[in-house]
């Protein structure tokens, strides 16, 4: 007799983890978007110094997090929701708003952990194609919605695309859904946005739709994907509420909360980090368009690169070979049939010299 698993564990897809983590030191980790920069010394001197606490449970409150957060963004307290790492956010999310009978509607390709809040919870649910420049469809999505409609995603900008929607098109689509519907703006990428300006930009969302949720992480401007610590700034406090009421209670580490209350108190480094990779993914893009590639017009942390040419039946095949013949050069990327698209290489911002040697892979193994 094996083991009797519930039905949600056929249902869930597996989430496509990147390779290369037991590689050696000199690998152009480009695969999961992460910073290129180690955290400042302080951040690190801070997490160490929670370390030597262990022995107790972290603060279950988070109170200087949350607070720290409230100061930054001018939201109470009672509207912020941590958790460890944004996904546990969304995962509970998932939990407090779908089940059987209920619907979900997002973009597809996006992120992928979106497919497994329906599969997990019995929900339908609904992927609404990107448009012909891969960006969300605002309009499609809005037809989508039901009443049996509990939450809609809207990645922004979008992973994997790299593309970015203005506050003007999303505050009309946001008019237009019913106060039922949790909207939630998944905006790990926002620090990055041009389109944006600034993580404020969206605040004013929050005050004029109270179902938005906007989530936010340290894994990617903030440098601190290892920790795992991210954020929601909520429009009601039944939302914080909801997904608190689902989960364990300590659910951030002692080192995590510390590591980002620090990260805050550093936004000059986080700015320069932001301004350097910006001006590294016009480089990079640039660079992959010289080779006559079509890149999408990112706005994130990372390039879109269309690697097949569209007459091509066999673009997964094509890009399969891509993906092994830069990783036999040390360069990790994700491939785009992981994620949704077949034909697309995802490739995050980094160092010059990680994209000196993806530029050169790409051009010896492209046809020409
Ligand atoms: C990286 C990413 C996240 C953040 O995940 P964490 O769990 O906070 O590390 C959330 N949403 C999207 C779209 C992402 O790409």
């Not at 605002?138 to 039901?146: C, K, P």
Request: charged share 20%; net charge negative; hydrophobic share 45%.
């Amino acid at each position: 007799m094996a083991i009797e698993y519930a039905q949600r564990i056929r249902r869930i897809p597996t989430y496509p983890v990147a390779a290369g983590y037991d590689l050696g030191a000199d690998v152009a980790m480009l695969a999961a978007n992460e910073s290129h920069w180690p955290p400042a010394a302080e951040v690190v001197e801070a997490a160490a110094a929670a370390l030597r606490g262990v022995h107790r449970y972290p603060d279950p409150a988070y109170a200087p997090l949350r607070e720290a957060l409230s100061a930054r963004y001018g939201i109470p307290s009672s509207r912020i929701a941590l958790g460890n790492g944004s996904c546990d956010i969304l995962l509970a999310a998932g939990e407090a708003l779908l089940e059987p009978g209920a619907e979900v509607v997002y973009a597809w390709p996006s992120f992928s952990v979106y497919a497994h809040l329906a599969a997990a919870s019995g929900a339908r649910a609904i992927e609404v194609p990107l448009d012909g420049e891969d960006r969300h469809d605002l309009a499609a999505i809005a037809a989508e919605v039901t009443v049996a409609t509990r939450l809609v995603l809207v990645c922004n900008p979008n992973n994997p695309t790299s593309t970015s929607l203005p506050l003007d098109e999303l505050d009309a689509f946001l008019a237009g859904v019913p106060q039922h519907v949790c909207v939630i703006l998944d905006e790990a990428y926002c620090e990055f946005s041009l389109r944006l300006g600034d993580p404020y930009a969206s605040l004013g969302l929050l005050a004029r739709h109270p179902n938005v949720v906007l989530l936010r992480t340290f894994s990617k401007a903030y440098g601190l994907a290892g920790l795992r610590a991210g954020y929601a700034l909520c429009g009601t406090d039944t939302f914080r509420t909801a997904v608190d009421q689902l989960r364990q209670p300590f659910y951030v580490n002692a080192a995590a909360q510390a590591a980002a209350v620090e990260a805050l108190r550093h936004q000059d480094e986080v700015e320069r980090r932001v301004v350097a990779t910006v001006a590294g993914r016009q480089a990079l893009a640039d660079g992959a368009r010289q080779l006559g590639l079509w890149v999408a017009e990112s706005d994130a942390n990372f390039v879109w690169i269309r690697v097949h040419d569209a007459a091509d039946d066999r673009a997964a095949e094509h890009e399969a070979a891509v993906v092994a013949g830069l990783r036999e050069r040390d360069v990790l990327v994700r491939a785009g049939a992981s994620l949704g698209r077949a034909g697309y290489l995802r490739v995050t911002v980094g160092s010059e010299r990680d994209h000196e040697r993806l530029l050169a892979g790409l051009e010896a193994l492209l046809p020409h």
